[in-house]
């Protein structure tokens, strides 16, 4: 027995022919995994063998032109049973096509008598960058060429991502790349594209990009923007420059802002100069290996190619799911879980002191520094040189840092307890000392707060200082008993 496409159903044997018509044909159809796709009325169908449901997909049209059409749909493997989700789809003419690959199909177009390879969406979607380069040459369509340079910068593929953004002539995407990857030759050509297009502000873009503070000057006098051309220039140190332009803006001078100190602006150094990301190594099947080797002279049955790797979970959220430390989850950016954690282990209610530490861990969690040393040397020395103001506040602030400290061993625990002992003893020394500096009218609540100060246990030659101090504010009102 037989299925024929004129639904009809022939059964022969040695009597003769019975031909059996059908209600309908079988339906196209394929099944994966647990779902079931079916052509039904003009529709693309769903069906879930385990809910039973049925959803349509996309809908099927007649070929709007003659010898027939393809139309290709990249459907993400969440949004089926919804019914959404799919993209516009990629279309052309075609008789037949038929999947030689995971991510290829081909397409006999009898017009040309020729098979032809469509595969970029697919080669896009997979993530096979370097094959999807020839496919967009072939297409040579902007929006094609954007679409890879975003999947070029999500694997890390620099020099794709350059080929595409110089392919779509997208200078200001051009210069960013530049800047983060630390080309900076490449960036001062960018400069001069500009220029040559007369692209003002490319060319400020850039000059912004290469901290060069005469060109940004020569840029804005040149756009007649010379009261922003004085203020950069006179902010900066150029002063002949600043004279010049301010003999020609004559009283139009614009004044600067008191008790605001100007600071001389520079983009971050690059981490990583050089190379794309690495790529796992992968081996291609019979049909992939076998298609890119036709133009060799022959196939062989596995190649060697790269992929990106697929994307795990990220490393925030295993930070979190693992930790009950406070540092760890504000270090993830869930301020939230942080400030119940601390609320719950240390008590604290009032979190705005440590703010900017939530916003700095969160921060360096996105760069890198070099080790250093965070021991209260810094307030020691103040404290020293008499400088309480500053000392206070750098004991405060080790006071703030204390509960988002992550410890491995007793003796770190015991070196905390210790440091919390420490910073407390200065904080309230400090205090006092500060607050009796402000009580001139009243000597014997000086001499109190200078008593009291005694009493802290500070570094040795702190104390030595306090006593000192003390003698002397007892001497001055004439308490010779208390300076004995």
């Not at 019914?83 to 516009?88: A, I, V």
């Not at 794709?160 to 790349?177: C, D, H, M, P």
């Not at 873009?205 to 922003?228: F, G, M, Q, S």
């Not at 570094?459 to 300076?483: F, G, I, S």
């Amino acid at each position: 027995m037989q299925f024929w496409a004129t639904i009809y159903l022939i059964s022969g044997h040695d009597s003769g022919i019975v031909v059996f018509k059908l209600e309908r044909e079988r339906p196209a159809f394929a099944v994966s995994g647990n779902s079931l796709f079916y052509a039904k009325d003009r529709f693309l169908r769903h069906y879930d063998f385990c809910t039973q449901r049925q959803t349509q997909v996309i809908p099927i049209r007649r070929p709007d032109v003659d010898g027939g059409s393809y139309e290709l749909y990249v459907i993400p493997g969440d949004s089926i049973g919804r019914g959404d989700g799919f993209q516009e789809a990629r279309k052309g003419p075609g008789s037949s096509a038929l999947f030689i690959a995971r991510n290829r199909f081909a397409v006999l177009d009898k017009g040309n008598n020729q098979v032809l390879i469509m595969q970029y969406f697919m080669l896009v979607q997979s993530g096979n960058i370097q094959i999807a380069v020839a496919s967009a040459k072939e297409i040579d369509d902007k929006d094609h060429w954007y679409r890879l340079g975003v999947e070029a910068l999500r694997q890390g593929n620099a020099g794709i991502v350059e080929y595409a953004y110089q392919r779509t002539k997208n200078f200001e995407r051009l210069s960013f790349l530049y800047l983060i990857t630390g080309s900076l030759e490449k960036l001062s050509k960018m400069l001069k594209i500009a220029e040559v297009k007369n692209d003002v502000m490319g060319q400020f873009h850039n000059a912004l990009y290469l901290c060069d503070i005469r060109e940004r000057v020569k840029i804005l006098e040149n756009a007649v923007h010379l009261p922003l051309a004085y203020v950069i220039a006179s902010v900066h140190g150029l002063q002949d420059v600043a004279d010049r332009l301010a003999a020609e803006l004559g009283d139009y001078v614009p004044p600067f802002s008191e008790g605001k100190k100007p600071s001389f602006w520079m983009p971050p150094t690059t981490v990583v100069c050089s190379g794309d990301w690495p790529l796992l190594r992968v081996m291609k099947g019979i049909f992939e290996g076998g298609l890119d080797s036709i133009g060799r002279g022959g196939a062989h049955e596995e190649e060697e190619g790269a992929e990106a790797p697929t994307p795990g979970m990220p490393v925030s959220q295993i930070w979190t799911q693992k930790s009950s430390l406070a540092a760890d989850h504000a270090t993830a950016g869930n301020f939230d879980t942080a400030m119940r954690l601390l609320s719950r282990q240390l008590g604290i209610r009032n979190f705005a002191p440590l703010k900017s530490m939530f916003l700095d861990l969160h921060t360096g969690s996105h760069s890198y520094l070099r080790a250093f040393s965070s021991a209260p040397v810094a307030g020691y020395k103040a404290t020293t040189a008499g400088k309480f103001t500053e000392a206070l506040r750098l004991f405060l602030n080790i006071l703030h840092i204390i509960p988002l400290i992550v410890v491995e061993s007793r003796k770190e625990v015991d070196e905390v307890k210790e440091l919390i002992i420490m910073a407390k003893e200065y904080v309230l020394g400090l205090q006092m000392e500060l607050k009796r500096r402000q009580m001139n009218e009243n000597p014997e609540r000086q001499q109190e707060l200078a008593a009291y100060f005694t009493h802290c246990n500070l570094q040795l030659p702190h104390l030595r200082l306090v006593l000192l101090n003390t003698m002397t504010v007892c001497y001055k009102a004439r308490k010779l008993e208390y300076y004995s």
